[in-house]
């Protein structure tokens, strides 16, 4: 029976793990090694590590990083954050990453995905897609750099293209719902889900296993990611790094 991976989507800055809500409000989390070493112990299916100032600051996440990661986990894992060439790419699977995760410049360059794919093969490049809803229904669009700089591309048809360049993975990241633990965007996820036939990896707004639950069967999603719910834990968001038990997956 299949079974959708569980994955902790951790986010970097500066050199620390930390938590945002609708990608500003940053808090400290503590230090990534020590939660891949906990992840480690919690048996987590795979990891994504993602360097959120990266492309503002026109730099990678750090091949140094990865290494060390790449060292400590026992999971497979992709690392992201300011990828734009294939140079970078080079360097951040020959540090021990798994995959690559590509935002900003997959929308600024969709030939760069297909360039990606065609030297590393699709299994390799993940192309993650930050998307904020418009005033009107329907007015939903793919955002960049952060979140800061709204793109042309409706979030499914981008999504397709990436599929069409080759991308082997998609991460689907409602920006609205980011840390706001009360659910997916499912009708985002669906849509998606529905349009392309590569993995689909759902992401922003888990808070609870029940909306794990949701997000693979109303949802559709091939995946399920978090960043919430896995480093905090009750009403107060004491931060705890967690991880589900095979006995308590709702799947």
């Known amino acids: 029976m299949f079974r959708p991976r569980i994955i902790p989507v951790l986010l970097l800055r500066t050199g620390g793990l930390v938590k945002s809500r609708r990608f500003a409000d940053f808090r ?3 230090d990534p090694l020590n939660a891949v070493k906990i992840f480690n112990d919690l048996r987590a299916d795979e990891l994504v590590f993602l360097d959120i100032m990266a492309t503002a600051a026109n730099q ?4 140094d990083f990865v290494r060390r990661v790449g ?3 026992n999971m497979p894992f992709a690392a992201g954050g300011g990828i734009r060439t294939l140079q970078n790419i080079r360097d951040i699977v020959g540090a021990g990453a798994e995959k ?16 990606a794919a065609a030297h590393f093969g699709s299994s390799t490049i993940v192309v993650c897609i930050d998307v904020k809803q418009g005033r009107w229904p329907h007015d939903a669009r793919v955002w960049i750099v952060n979140g800061t700089r709204r793109t042309s591309y409706e979030p499914t048809e981008f999504a397709m293209l990436m599929e069409k360049k080759g991308a082997g ?6 920006i609205d719902k980011d840390g706001a633990m ?3 965007d499912i009708d985002l996820i669906r849509a998606i889900s529905e349009r392309v036939s590569i993995p689909v990896v759902a992401l922003g707004g888990a ?3 029940s ?3 949701d997000a693979y069967l109303a949802g559709r999603a091939t995946a399920l990611g978090a960043g919430s719910l896995f480093v905090y834990h009750g009403r107060r968001r004491g931060v705890l790094i967690n991880y589900p038990e095979k006995s308590e997956r709702p799947f």
Do not use: M, R, W
């Open 182 to 184: 009360d659910g997916y």
């Open 207 to 209: 808070g609870s296993l």
């Open 211 to 213: 909306h794990l639950k």
């Open 28 to 30: 400290y989390i503590g």
């Open 71 to 73: 060292a400590e986990a």
């Open 169 to 174: 993975e998609v991460i689907v990241q409602s």
């Open 100 to 115: 690559v995760v590509i935002g900003s410049h997959a929308a600024e360059n969709p030939e760069f995905v297909a360039d």
């Open 60 to 63: 990678t996440i750090s091949p």
